[in-house]
């Protein structure tokens, strides 16, 4: 089955607003086995729409179009609709409950001419129920091709994929059974570990295996997809190639996931640990504890930060003594291991983190090169100080440090499992 999602908006082609709409989409096709061939982003006029609804019929078996649904008058995807599908609108007395209840309910005043335009719908489409919004969703279908029309609001959108479309398409089609795997890699670059694995990822093609790099800073995850008849052959062909990639690269495996992130391992182990964490930044300013507090349920395990970036306020907040910074230096592992120990002592937690070093452009407080970092993370068994280099430019060696911070985390973490 293959599909296409097409995101209407002139907001979208010009970058005032980010499109999160389709990735969720597509992310949401591929769990059930239907294959995204195009994404597209058009501009909101009945030209593009209907060009576009031409494209792709008999080409695809579905076009998922969000956005241009709505009450206001320049939202044409519906006027579309009912052009190509050579139809009329007609008022949808359930949508048109719904949408008056709606205003009352949560808006406290009663239902406009305007907002009566939400209930309009052509005669012969689906109507797909949108219970946390005004504008349905609309389906029809032409010839080989479903269309699909949804509100271009994410969490409307996302409700009527998730509660009505997919439902919709398990039954409507025929769908192959698909496994996906992702495995998370560490510490070794796209093109080395491309490399590295050139034998194994040939294989892979002989047994009808899909393989996606999917790099970000620091870390490369691999996503492993096939598709077939039987769901436990499958799985089973997939499974043992994973076990040979480990054998492959020990040194940088760090294993299947469903997360997008190592920050999000690194959260998961620290809720399964029962282990709380305390922040002390400098030179990353408050990044890391940005980072950690962006993961839903983090107050389980994160107590605080003291972003002390001005070195008198290491002195004042975290307890630093000034012997050890005039000796040593703001960015030193001596420094690094005070300020975790202090942070430690200050939310009185299992685990501290420091980072103190220049990120750039000028030296600062300290004649160590710019880009040095310093890293501490302090535990109830010991405090373990690392020095790095990062070169530049300032945001690199930020990014860089936070990275750094997740892996040495993950690596103290994972250990923990073991010895427990």
Not at 176 to 200: F, M, N, Q, R
Not at 315 to 343: C, H, P, R, W, Y
């Amino acid at each position: 089955m293959k599909a296409a999602i097409v995101t209407i908006g002139d907001e979208l082609l010009i970058g005032q607003v980010v499109d999160t709409n389709s990735v969720f989409i597509g992310q949401e096709l591929e769990k059930i086995g239907c294959k995204v061939s195009e994404k597209v982003a058009i501009a909101d006029t009945v030209e593009a729409i209907s060009e576009t609804l031409k494209r792709f019929q008999n080409k695809v078996d579905l076009v998922i179009l969000t956005g241009g649904l709505g009450p206001t008058k320049d939202d044409v995807t519906k006027k579309t609709f009912v052009e190509y599908f050579n139809d009329e609108l007609i008022v949808n007395e359930e949508v048109l409950v719904h949408v008056k209840q709606l205003l009352e309910a949560y808006y406290k005043r009663p239902i406009s001419e305007i907002n009566k335009q939400q209930a309009f719908v052509p005669s012969t489409c689906k109507v797909l129920f949108n219970k946390v919004g005004t504008a349905p969703g609309m389906l029809m279908v032409k010839e080989q091709t479903t269309f699909v029309s949804l509100p271009g609001v994410p969490f409307e959108m996302k409700y009527l994929i998730t509660e009505e479309l997919i439902p919709y398409i398990k039954e409507a089609f025929r769908l192959e059974a698909i496994v996906h795997k992702t495995i998370l890699t560490v510490g070794i670059g796209e093109s080395l570990l491309a490399e590295t694995i050139e034998g194994w990822e040939d294989a892979l093609a002989e047994q009808n295996i899909q393989l996606a790099y999917l790099p970000q800073f620091g870390m490369v995850r691999l996503r492993l997809s096939k598709t077939g008849t039987n769901q436990q052959e499958i799985e089973t062909e997939v499974d043992q190639k994973i076990k040979e990639l480990e054998r492959l690269i020990p040194d940088y495996f760090i294993g299947v996931t469903e997360a997008d992130s190592l920050l999000e391992e690194v959260s998961k182990l620290l809720k399964e640990s029962k282990l709380t964490i305390a922040t002390a930044e400098s030179c990353t300013g408050g990044s890391i504890a940005e980072r950690l507090t962006s993961i839903e349920g983090s107050s389980a395990y994160y107590k605080g930060s003291a972003v002390t970036y001005a070195t008198e306020s290491k002195v004042k907040v975290l307890g630093l003594q000034q012997n050890t910074i005039d000796t040593f230096s703001v960015v030193s592992e001596e420094v690094a291991k005070e300020m975790a120990e202090g942070v430690r002592k200050l939310y009185q937690t299992d685990i501290a983190i420091s980072t103190t070093g220049n990120a750039g452009p000028s030296k600062g407080d300290s004649d160590q090169e710019v880009g040095t970092v310093c890293i501490g993370i302090a535990t109830s068994e010991k405090t373990e100080t690392f020095t790095f280099n990062f070169g530049q430019p300032r945001s690199k060696v930020i990014q860089a440090s936070v990275h750094k911070v997740w892996l040495l985390l993950y690596k103290y973490l994972t250990s923990k499992v073991v010895k427990s």
